[in-house]
């Protein structure tokens, strides 16, 4: 089993993610290969909350050039945490 440091990757700080904050919803770039339960185990072990459910999507990398060379940033997986009533990460407690 993986460690669960290693399925976490980022916290995603954007207006649109902050305003999930309001409905005690989260935004994380998690590993590719996480599946739902894994990355359920891997916020309630770090973080010491109650997760309600958890939604995942996986973006394209878009494409980019510097001067004649082309190629793409990476493919990522991000994950919308929705922790139950009463429960906060502290990880955004001041933003």
């Known amino acids: 089993m993986r460690d669960y440091r290693d399925i976490i990757i980022k916290p995603v700080v954007t207006e649109k993610s902050m305003n999930l904050l309001a409905d005690n919803k989260y935004t994380f770039i998690v590993d590719k ?25 996986n973006i394209k990398g878009k494409p980019k050039r510097m001067g004649r060379f082309e190629g793409k940033k990476p493919d990522r997986k991000k994950a919308v945490i929705s ?4 429960h906060k990460i502290r990880l955004f407690e001041g933003m």
């Open 83 to 86: 922790l139950k009533p009463g």
């Open 33 to 57: 290969r996480a599946n739902k339960t894994e990355i359920k185990n891997a916020i309630e072990n770090i973080f010491a909350v109650r997760v309600e459910s958890v939604n995942t999507m």
